[in-house]
Nanobody, 127 residues
Framework: QVQLVESGGGLVQAGGSLRLSCAPS????????MGWFRQAPGKEREFVAA????????SYADSAKGRFTISRGNAKNTVYLQMNSLKPEDTSTYYC????????????????????WGQGTLVTVSS
């Protein structure tokens, strides 16, 4: 497993933008699939976006399509989530996750695919 550290959360007004970052501590994630999930108070954790190890495949939840963009840094060892047009319902703790680059049993949107998780970063969107 690899330790993941998220950053970039904070308070933003509705319609604003934030960029979340996820970087590993120790091992590289350049060869791993990466995902972003979120969990609002009282709700279950849900899928937001994911990206393949080489960045050629991306997947988004319907709630994120057209507003959020997942990407990898040049060395593919950092993953970003650019969030635009934020809404109050986007308020959640956002978690970064890493998993094997290939996993036939689970899709990118399934939490079971991922073996390492960060501690989360809080995003609060005010109306």
């Amino acid at each position: 497993q690899v330790q993941l550290v998220e950053s970039g959360g904070g308070l933003v007004q509705a319609g604003g933008s934030l960029r979340l970052s996820c970087a590993p501590s120790g091992l590289s994630v350049a060869s791993l699939a990466m995902g972003w999930f979120r969990q609002a108070p009282g709700k279950e954790r849900e899928f937001v976006a994911a990206i393949s190890w080489n960045g050629t495949i991306t997947s988004y939840a319907d709630s994120a399509k057209g507003r959020f963009t997942i990407s990898r840094g040049n060395a593919k060892n950092t993953v970003y989530l650019q969030m635009n047009s934020l809404k109050p319902e986007d308020t959640s703790t956002y978690y970064c996750a890493a998993g094997p680059y290939t996993n036939g049993a689970y899709s990118y949107s399934q939490q079971e695919r991922y073996t390492s998780w960060g501690q989360g970063t809080l995003v609060t969107v005010s109306s």
